[in-house]
C-alpha cells in the first residue's frame, strides 16, 4: 500500500490547547510504525501542490488571499477555530499534494495491486474549506482537490467521508458536478451547519443523533451509501477518514468503537473491487483524541491494505 505523509506537515501550528496539533500526526505515524504495518508500506514524500492545482477547487481571490495574509512568524486567525502560522500554508500545500499524487499513482497502477491503495498520513485537515473560504480547521481541501485531478482522467469518482463533522466543503466543491458522489456520515445537529438540507443527487447526507452507538451508524452507512456507491459505479474512491466519532473523542458525541473504522474500511474497499478495480485515496481528517486516533488509524491502514 502506498503510504504518503511529511515532517512539515508538524510545522502549522495553531493556539495552545487547539485540539488540531502536531502531535495528532506524530500520533498516527508512531502507532503505524508501533504496530509494524508501516513496514510494509510502499512510502513516499509528499511533494506539495502546484498552484494550478489548488485552482481546480479554490478560487483565485481565495488563494491569493491566503498568500496575502500569511503571517511571518506569530499567528492569524481566519476564523475562531482556524488560524495560520508561519508553517500552515506548506503544510496546507503539502497535504493536497499528497492526495493529489496519490490519486496520479493510484490511477497510474493498472498492473500493480499494491499501487490501489493509498494512506495520506496528513495536515492541517481538509474537508471544510469550501470554494472560497477556510473554515473549521481546514485551509486547502485536499480530498476534493485528489477528485478533481481524478475527474480529468476517469469519469466518475465517489468521496466517502465518516469524519463525524459534515464535509461541507466537499459538498460545496462538487454540489453541480454529478461525475462525483459525495457520501457524508456526520453528527447533527453540530458544527459546521451548512449544506444539511441540499437537495442534489450526488450528494448523499447521513445525518446521525449524538449518541449514536455502532449498530445504528453500521445500519445507516448500508442503507445509504452502498446503494448510492452501486448506481454512481466509481472509477476511484476516496476516503475523508476522520476518527473523530470514535466514543473517547473530546469534540463529537458519537458513540463508535475501534473496531467500527476497521468495519467501514473493509466496507469501502468491498464497494472499490466491485467497481473500481480496487482503487482508494484516503486522507486523514479529524480524530482529537490521540490514543483512539493512533488506534483507529492503525486499523484503518490495515484494513486498507487489505492484504495488499
Ligand atoms: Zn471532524
Do not use: K
Not at 481541501?141 to 469524519?163: E, H, K, M, P, T
Amino acid at each position: 500500500m502506498l503510504f504518503y505523509t511529511h515532517d512539515d506537515c508538524l510545522n502549522h501550528e495553531m493556539l495552545p490547547g487547539h485540539p488540531e496539533r502536531p502531535d495528532r500526526l506524530r500520533a498516527v505515524n508512531e502507532s503505524l510504525s508501533a504496530s509494524g504495518l508501516s513496514d510494509g508500506f510502499d512510502c513516499r514524500t509528499a511533494e506539495p501542490i502546484a498552484a494550478d492545482g489548488l485552482a481546480t477547487v479554490h478560487d483565485p481571490a481565495y488563494l491569493a488571499r491566503l498568500n496575502s495574509v500569511s503571517p511571518a512568524s506569530g499567528l492569524l486567525a481566519l476564523d475562531p477555530d482556524t488560524a495560520m502560522s508561519p508553517g500552515t500554508l506548506r503544510a496546507a500545500a503539502l497535504a493536497a499534494g499528497a492526495v493529489t499524487d496519490a490519486v496520479q499513482e493510484v490511477l497510474n497502477s493498472s498492473d500493480q495491486r499494491a499501487s490501489r491503495r493509498a494512506f495520506c498520513a496528513v495536515r492541517p485537515p481538509g474537508h471544510h474549506a469550501e470554494a472560497g473560504a477556510a473554515m473549521g480547521f481546514c485551509f486547502y481541501n485536499s480530498i476534493a482537490l485528489g477528485a478533481a485531478q481524478a475527474l480529468g482522467q476517469v469519469d466518475r469518482v465517489a468521496i466517502l467521508d465518516f469524519d463525524v463533522h459534515h464535509g461541507n466543503g466537499t459538498v460545496d466543491a462538487f454540489r453541480d458536478r454529478p461525475e462525483a458522489l459525495v457520501c457524508s456520515s456526520f453528527q447533527h445537529p453540530f458544527y459546521p451547519y451548512r449544506y444539511v438540507d441540499i437537495d442534489a443527487p450526488n450528494i448523499v447526507n447521513t445525518p446521525l443523533p449524538a449518541g449514536t452507538d455502532s449498530a445504528a451508524f453500521r445500519h445507516a452507512i448500508e442503507r445509504d451509501w452502498a446503494p448510492a456507491v452501486n448506481a454512481h459505479r466509481p472509477d476511484l474512491i476516496l476516503v475523508s477518514a476522520g476518527f473523530d466519532a470514535h466514543r473517547d473523542d473530546p469534540l463529537g458525541g458519537l458513540l463508535l468503537n475501534d473496531e467500527d473504522f476497521r468495519w467501514i474500511t473493509e466496507f469501502i474497499v468491498d464497494l472499490a473491487e466491485t467497481h473500481a478495480s480496487g482503487r482508494v485515496v484516503s486522507a486523514l481528517e479529524g480524530g482529537y483524541d490521540l490514543a483512539a486516533l493512533g488506534r483507529c488509524a492503525v486499523l484503518h491502514a490495515q484494513a486498507l491494505g487489505g492484504g495488499l
